[in-house]
């Protein structure tokens, strides 16, 4: 095991830019493989930009284990489609207008063509992984497509039920977001060829910080600025999406019948109310909590991972991920 | 070539009633396999019901080509899967309220879950697809799964667009309903290891086949009767679905304008009239031409395939279509 310094969050993309450039151009030209008169509309989901998180987890835990190949950039690129094809339809059943500033697809062209689209993408990512060799790579990407359809439906079936615990919750965040984060870290070990013990570390590693990521980011929804989420606060409060903050506080029984009261108001929810309800009972300090604790088992899993620059890397993403949960 | 007397539509489905049976109990045992939460809607559409052609299609051809096989009878499963995700999302797109009588997903749980009911569908076909060891087949899977989206987009974009070409109006069809028929046919013979001349034959009876279905049920929506069609005739008029009747009323140049008008009134389209008009200037017969040729070239890809019973059995499918036909 060799010894690395730490490095940053912007290191351990530099580190892997040259790779995500190519999945980048990959991901543009995948709009081309459909039919002219498609073609527009995938190109502009897919145009739309994103952090691309999953893309570096599966090149970082490529580069981890081994040298990063062609098919770990085609790992990457199949992953983010199922990802943006999870996005275009979210934002129709959110009803979104926007996102990243741009007009979303259901606003432009409406829920019709924006449900098709969002198949098409989810289609063709699948017609992609076929072209793996091995064809436990392509069942694991089917398998983990299908986990976060799953906890998106459950999700949306659990709106304004109060009798949602925190086990549900984390079995829904582990489907809807942590299942391609872990695919990520454990296929592009896999596709290393790396040890069993290497691969099921990874996929731990990207399990727990996926539920962490989820936590952090419906933490954002309650408490976040304006600034950092770029997005009106208490949305999922007014969806009926009760996150680990509610749950613990519903849990610990204060005040809970004002807070159910608030939380069945649909539209009418009192967002501020209910965070500052939230923020003085403590709910959303131990929610941040939970997910400190994650980000903590998720480095564990790295430990006999060899200590490379791209180890360095994803340690630097679960880094960040707290150095943000830090700054709410 | 032996050469066999020709058999009934219900006799060619019970050749293969045995595993038809098998292929429903597949169908019904998936939905175990989601989580409990999501396994009650899986069930629900999946236990609706439905003609099962695309697993007939796929028996008979591996009938006709060898000697049917576990594999056959999960392609027929993987298609037949794909096809209720494909209902399940132009349910919402039609605003449907019935489906063979029962309400539809949409109509029961609203347009958010059954967004999302048909892509845990679609990702779990695509699953089952990844165990044929021969990626080929998965790919060719996921290959239709893609086309039959598409052709879906395209029709949705060209609602209410009086430019629609006939020829835009073939490559549609070919793509939302005669893609899934043609893989059935061709994948059925691909698994029985026939000759490439057999695979290609059949998957262009099939490629026909479909498109002729397509136009059958087209024309039905114009000009069945309510007994055959068990919904209100004209629907596709009013979601502004020009079908080949129309566009080759349109192409012809007859009453042009009178039509034009017509036919843009969206909601108040007067589908007695339009229907009257179509039948007049012979464009309801021209299709039905159209159809009927489709369907004799269908079978002539049929002549260099042995000549066993379940060969009779496509023979008869394609039969039956023209008797269909020729009642409307």
Redesign the interface.
């Known amino acids: 095991m060799t010894s690395t310094e730490p490095i940053s969050f912007a290191e351990a993309f530099d580190l892997i830019n040259p790779h995500l450039y190519t999945v980048e151009e990959r991901i543009r030209a995948q709009a081309k493989i459909?039919?002219p008169?498609?073609e527009g509309?995938v190109s502009y989901v897919c145009e739309a930009g994103g952090k691309r998180l999953r893309p570096a987890l599966a090149l970082l835990s490529a580069g981890a284990t081994g040298k990063i190949t062609a098919s770990h950039v085609d790992l990457a690129v199949i992953l983010e489609l199922i990802h943006i094809a999870?996005l275009v339809?979210d934002d129709?059943?959110d009803g979104a207008e926007l996102r990243r500033d741009q007009p979303t697809a259901n606003a432009k062209w409406g829920?019709?063509?924006t449900?098709?689209?969002?198949?098409?993408l989810?289609?063709?990512a699948?017609?992609l992984?076929?072209?793996?060799?091995n064809?436990d790579i392509?069942?694991r990407i089917?398998?983990a497509?299908?986990e976060?359809?799953?906890g998106?439906?459950?999700q949306?079936?659990r709106r304004f039920d109060l009798k949602l615990s925190t086990a549900d919750y984390y079995?829904i965040i582990e489907?809807k977001t942590a299942a391609l984060f872990s695919a990520a870290c454990e296929l592009g070990a896999f596709i290393s060829e790396a040890s069993p013990q290497v691969i099921s570390g990874l996929k731990t590693f990207g399990m727990k910080l996926g539920v962490a990521y989820q936590i952090y980011d419906d933490i954002l929804d309650l408490a976040g600025s304006e600034e950092q989420t770029g997005k009106t606060l208490g949305t999922d409060l007014r969806k009926g999406k009760f996150t680990l903050p509610v749950l613990l506080m519903l849990q610990s029984g204060k005040d809970v019948n004002t807070l159910r009261e608030l939380l069945l108001k649909e539209d009418q929810v009192d967002g501020e109310l209910l965070v500052a309800m939230l923020g003085s009972a403590g709910a959303l300090q131990s929610a941040k909590s939970i997910a400190f604790r994650l980000i903590e088992e998720s480095l564990e899993q790295l430990a006999p991972i060899q200590n490379n620059k791209y180890a360095g890397g994803l340690r630097a993403i679960a880094e960040q991920l707290r150095t943000l949960l830090d700054r709410i």
């Open positions: 459909f039919d008169a498609v509309y999870t339809h129709i059943m829920n019709a063509i449900v098709l689209l969002g198949d098409c989810f289609a063709h699948l017609r992984s076929t072209n793996f060799s064809s392509c069942r089917a398998d497509a299908a976060v359809c799953s998106e439906i459950i949306t079936q079995r489907m």
